[in-house]
Structures are given as structure tokens and as C-alpha cells.
């Protein structure tokens, strides 16, 4: 019986490319979605929606019609980003 290795399942997680995010210093949007700012703080995307629900992480959303969306300003502040 063969095995195709192409097909096998390792079990490891889809990876996330970092060219995806573009550098914090370029971004002019005034907030980034949960995914973003996840990425950027270094944390998962559900420690961010936990900091939401329970209002006690360090950076505050803010909601747009039920969305949740993470002030750039604020994350640059956190890690000592200088604004553009």
C-alpha cells in the first residue's frame, strides 16, 4: 500500500504568513480587525475578544456595529511604535 506524503496529514496548524500584516508604522487605517491587532501584540485573536468582553486589557476597542476594532494609536503606544 503507498502513501502519498502530499496528502498526509502532519496535524500542524495552518501558518500565517507575516507579509500579510504590513509594518505598524505603515498602516493609516485609524484601527485593524482583532486578527491585525492580535497579530501585532504577539496574542492570540481570542485573549483580544477576551480583553473586550471583560473590559481589562491594556488597549480598549471599539465597537462598529457589533465588530470589534483596535485603535492603531493605542497598539504603536503599547509597543513603543511612534505614531505617523
Not at 32 to 45: C, E, I, M, N, Q
Not at 50 to 78: F, M, S
Amino acid at each position: 500500500m503507498e502513501h502519498n506524503s502530499a496528502h498526509q496529514y502532519t496535524g500542524d496548524p495552518p501558518r500565517v504568513v507575516a507579509n500579510q500584516y504590513p509594518p505598524l508604522g505603515l498602516i493609516s487605517r485609524p484601527a485593524v480587525d482583532t486578527d491585525s491587532a492580535a497579530y501585532y501584540l504577539g496574542r492570540k485573536a481570542q485573549t483580544l475578544r477576551t480583553w473586550a468582553c471583560y473590559e481589562n486589557g491594556p488597549i480598549r476597542p471599539i465597537r462598529v456595529h457589533g465588530r470589534l476594532a483596535w485603535p492603531v494609536d493605542q497598539i504603536r503606544k503599547i509597543l513603543g511604535v511612534p505614531n505617523v
